[in-house]
């Protein structure tokens, strides 16, 4: 299994951005998809995540209201529309899958991620 992450690039504050993330070679009928970020000199961490069924979504509070987590499972695809971008959401940005028998659940914790995509650099200048 393969994740391609894509879309990321430099931005001014208050600029949107989506990011891509392209799945191959999947086995798995069902996979919850997530984004997580690694700013420099810290700790990856959660941004987002969503069931296999798109019905059930999750965010870290510092992106709520501004970013939205979607996918289109023809595609093999998930995506992560920015908007209102701050300095503070620049990092790299990966995108990961965890095979589910479970359509409808989400998934928070990197443990829980079986794939894992590159990632794609976001910066956000003031």
């Known amino acids: 299994v393969q994740l391609q992450a894509s879309g990321g690039g430099l931005v001014q504050a208050g600029d949107s951005l989506r990011l891509s993330c392209a799945t191959s070679?999947?086995?798995?009928?069902?996979?919850?998809m997530g984004w997580f970020r690694q700013a420099p000199g810290k700790e990856r961490e959660f941004v987002a995540a969503?069931?296999?069924?798109?019905?059930?979504?999750y965010y870290t509070n510092s992106v709520k209201g501004r970013f939205t987590i979607s996918r289109d499972n023809a595609k093999s695809a998930q995506y992560l529309q920015m908007n209102s971008l701050r300095p503070e959401d620049t990092a790299v940005y990966y995108c990961?899958?965890?095979?589910?028998?479970?359509?409808?659940?989400?998934?928070?914790?990197?443990?829980?991620?079986?794939?894992w995509g590159q990632g794609t650099k976001l910066t956000v200048s003031s």
């Open positions: 070679g999947r086995t798995s009928s069902m996979y919850a």
């Open positions: 969503i069931s296999w069924n798109g019905d059930n979504v």
């Open positions: 990961a899958s965890k095979d589910t028998k479970n359509h409808a659940r989400y998934y928070v914790a990197a443990s829980q991620y079986d794939y």
